[in-house]
């Protein structure tokens, strides 16, 4: 019998058998089809899959499933409150801040994850923080300018 | 708005009554007014781009339908991939059509519902499918007026109409909504004539910025993706790759792989893969599979690559050529010789490519990331010996294309997979297939023999590029003797190579203003004004002083020490100029691009908002193969297979962007495209400026930086 594990997800609490090998991001991905986290490299270079866990920013490819045990997981799913975007979200489509849109969940986990810790970022600490997650479409600046809008507001 | 979706999923999808026939929409989508058209001469032109086994269709194809409920659905062959036509689209079509923009709904690239197109690239949707889009729209209209007098009991004349109602002109509360004129109807229209369309003057909803309409969808991660469909029962497949290009398989030991629990090996000539349910373990089953090859790799690596194109047997052709070069060269005042070289590139999508294959009676579905959902439907139906009605593609959004997905041999694996099986089969490649099986842009040279007058006139203008491709090699200046030879032959490369982003015009660009840039330089002219003085087109010229202004450019003669580049092109109908300023770090050679300006001319832009995004994507995705984007390789072995060792562009290196977009009243022009062809040139000119010395090899590395350096003193 394998080992099951707990956490809670997007508020939730959950319960999944323990496989061997297996990381965060396949996961959420395949045991409970939150696809909104995306896998671009599975390396942790690009930030494709960032969620947070415990209040921090982590590349879900790079975190396995026992590690997960007795955690917070929130998920681009579980950001919006009963349909409402969180300010973040809302910022990101007020400045077009994407293109195509599969950097973007990645993205916006990042970037809510450096408010959790500073909410009156600077442009420079923006820039800094957001330096490894990648955007193809070359989107990047109005990602900062989204930040930038919310950043030191009373929205987070 | 509501395009805030993919619409697709709102169609029926599985309902019984569908026939393959097209026309038989009536059936699937009920009442309403159905306009058919041809594409007729436009799709011809579609087609070239790349090689389309399948006969060009001769029925109608592309459709409108407009329901009782007064929704208007337009069926389109192109796919969104970031782009944005999936906003800009319905702007054409609910202002052509005086209807609300929220009516408008979109379906795209469905293979089954949508009529045929060669592919989403070349920044022709706008350009060249527009006008027959609108064509369709304007004859909808037309046939609605008509409908509208009968029902008001007036003449059309005596109409206007305003967010889908039409009304009686002098009496407003005499009025029809389109969706009542339709109710319980069910008219076709066969459109063979062009109907007139609005006039600039008449856009109400063209011409305005509108948010991305996918913006909420892709915030909330909602927006659905190939690899983020579900099937019951499905299999995600990893398949066996050759450690290197021109390695053959000779054997393939799946023994160990197969004692995995829950593992199902497929195997089908080439093709060895092992699928489960868990991707992960289908990944660590692969690691078990032991094999062997035979190699017969082409013997270059990444610095050698421009000898052997230069050397192999290639066939050249003349593109464009005006009085004699060869007296040319001979009298010319001032003589320049140079050669330019650039690396391959890589697309590296964000989403690398994936397909979810399935059998739905007998026809198999895909759920594919690609640009080409129609060549993909012939690429599969050939691979798999079936008809192609037997074969349906539906491509959802895309993690990006760049051109790199109109290539889709991921489509074909999974077809072969889900047919091998029996099963729903996912294939997702990783970022190192991703990186190993893409068509990348190819290494090229240009050769350039140019001649000047002391007077500052470019007298002679010999251009040679090899293996880039004829795009965008034009000369763009008023020349008396010029010509533009290509150079091409099969099997150049070790490797695949396609279509990137403004294909060959970043090449061709990057040597073509680099060279004007060194005759500017010797005579001691302002690059500006050189360029301006050597120019005749006047949307050239206009896109060249609305840089300059935008800039507030001072003239001053190269090298200045300021750092300022200029460079301008054409491309995809639109035309395009640069400003950059550029920091040298001359310890390291490291380059810092500090601002960007950029003018374009695209004739009438749809939505001025989704342009800027366009063009500010470009300059920051061009800076990319400008400073370090480059694949290095032994052979067929690619070193630069992760995100490590294959710099792109990061947030750190965003400079300060000004853009600019003309007013003009002229057809529209491509958008996805045109403003990345000159990031070469315009960093290449800026490095000259600040440092004295000249790059002529992109990528500008700070390795070949210093060594311009050296050589400069």
């Given at each position: 019998m394998a080992k099951n594990i707990q956490f809670e997800l997007n508020g939730k609490k959950v319960e999944l058998p323990l496989e061997k090998g297996q990381t965060l991001l396949w996961a959420l991905r395949t045991n409970f089809n939150l696809t909104g986290t995306k896998y671009g490299c599975g390396e942790g270079y690009c930030g494709a899959c960032t969620v947070i866990m415990d209040g921090e920013a982590v590349r879900s490819c790079g975190i396995a499933m026992e590690d997960v045990s007795g955690k917070k997981i929130t998920t681009i799913e579980g950001l919006a409150v009963n349909g409402k975007l969180h300010p973040v979200q809302q910022a990101f489509v007020d400045h077009d801040a994407l293109q195509c849109g599969f950097c973007t969940p990645g993205m916006i986990m990042n970037a809510y994850g450096l408010l959790l810790k500073n909410p009156l970022l600077t442009r420079e600490q923006i820039i800094e923080g957001m330096e490894d997650n990648f955007c193809r479409c070359g989107a990047h600046k109005r990602i900062i300018e989204a930040i930038e809008s919310v950043a030191g507001t009373s929205k987070v | 708005m509501e395009n805030n979706k993919y619409y697709r999923d709102e169609l029926p999808e599985n309902n019984p009554v569908f026939e393959l026939d097209r026309r038989n929409f009536v059936k699937l989508l009920g009442g309403g007014l159905f306009i058919y058209f041809q594409l007729g001469e436009l799709l011809t032109g579609l087609a070239t781009e790349t090689e389309q086994r399948?006969?060009?269709?001769?029925?109608?194809?592309a459709f409108l339908h407009i329901g009782e409920d007064g929704k208007v659905t337009a069926m389109v062959g192109k796919i969104e991939m970031g782009q944005g036509i999936i906003t800009s689209f319905p702007q054409m079509i609910a202002d052509e059509l005086d209807t609300p923009l929220e009516s408008i709904k979109m379906v795209m690239g469905d293979t089954e519902l949508c009529p045929y197109d060669a592919g989403t690239w070349g920044s022709l949707s706008t350009r060249v499918l527009g006008p027959s889009l609108l064509a369709a729209v304007a004859e909808a209209r037309s046939v609605l007026l008509t409908m509208g007098a009968e029902y008001l009991g007036t003449k059309p004349e005596e109409l206007a109409i305003e967010n889908g109602i039409i009304y009686v002109k002098n009496n407003k509360s005499k009025k029809v909504s389109y969706g009542q004129l339709t109710k319980g109807r069910k008219i076709e229209k066969y459109l063979d004539v062009k109907p007139k369309t609005k006039d600039f003057s008449e856009y109400k909803i063209r011409g305005k910025s509108f948010r991305h309409a996918d913006g909420v969808a892709k915030v909330t991660g909602e927006a659905m993706y190939s690899g983020d469909f579900r099937m019951p029962g499905m299999l995600y497949a990893k398949i066996l790759r050759p450690p290197s290009h021109g390695a053959t398989l000779v054997s393939a030991d799946t023994s160990e792989a197969e004692k995995l629990e829950g593992i199902v090996i497929a195997r089908d000539k080439d093709l060895v893969a092992v699928l489960h349910k868990d991707p992960e373990k289908a990944e660590a089953a692969l690691a078990k599979v032991k094999a062997e090859y035979k190699f017969d790799e082409m013997k270059v690596d990444d610095k050698t690559i421009f000898k052997h194109l230069l050397e192999i047997p290639s066939e050249a052709r003349v593109i464009k050529s005006a009085g004699d070069v060869e007296s040319g060269k001979k009298n010319a005042e001032l003589i320049f010789e140079s050669e330019f070289y650039n690396s391959y590139v890589a697309?590296?999508?964000?989403?690398?490519h994936t397909a979810l294959a399935y059998l739905e009676g007998d026809q198999m579905i895909l759920r594919a990331s690609t640009q080409t959902p129609f060549g993909t439907q012939d690429g599969v139906s050939r691979e798999l010996g079936v008809e192609l009605d037997k074969v349906r593609v539906i491509p959802p959004f895309l993690g990006g294309g760049f051109g790199g997905k109109s290539a889709f041999p991921q489509a074909v694996e999974a077809a072969r997979l889900a047919k091998l099986t029996g099963k729903p089969v996912m294939v997702q490649w990783t970022r190192k297939e991703e990186f190993f099986y893409d068509t990348f842009r190819p290494a090229a040279v240009v050769k350039i023999t140019s001649g000047v007058s002391k007077s500052g006139k470019i007298s002679v203008w010999d251009f040679h590029e090899y293996f880039a491709g004829p795009r965008g090699s034009d000369t763009i200046y008023d020349v008396p003797d010029s010509k533009t030879t290509s150079y091409s032959a099969r099997d150049a490369h070790p490797f695949g190579t396609g279509a990137w982003r403004a294909p060959a015009n970043n090449t061709n660009t990057f040597a073509r203003e680099s060279q004007i840039d060194r005759m500017a330089v010797k005579l001691g002219a302002d690059p500006v004004d050189f360029r301006l003085k050597n120019l005749k087109d006047e949307r050239m010229l206009g896109v060249l002083k609305a840089v300059a202004e935008l800039w507030g450019w001072k003239p001053a003669k190269g090298p200045s020490g300021r750092g300022y580049g200029i460079a301008c092109g054409f491309d995809a109908g639109s035309y395009v100029a640069h400003i950059a300023e550029v920091k040298v770090?001359?310890?390291?050679?490291k380059v810092k691009v500090i601002r960007v300006a950029c003018a374009q001319d695209m004739g009438f832009c749809i939505n001025p908002e989704g342009s800027i995004i366009q063009m500010e994507g470009c300059i920051i995705m061009g800076m990319g193969y400008a400073l370090t984007e480059e694949v290095m390789f032994t052979g067929g072995d690619i070193h630069t297979a992760d995100y490590g060792t294959y710099q792109i562009p990061l947030f750190s290196w965003v400079p300060k962007i000004q853009t600019k977009i003309l007013d003009k009243n002229e057809a529209p022009q491509g958008g996805g495209e045109p403003a990345i062809i000159c990031m070469g040139a315009v960093i290449a000119n800026a490095i000259f400026d600040a440092t004295g010395a000249r790059l002529?090899?992109?990528?500008?590395t700070p390795a070949r930086v210093m060594e311009a350096i050296a050589k400069a003193k």
């Open positions: - | 399948r006969s060009l269709p001769t029925d109608y194809n697309h590296s999508p964000m989403e690398p770090d001359q310890k390291t050679g002529y090899q992109l990528p500008m």
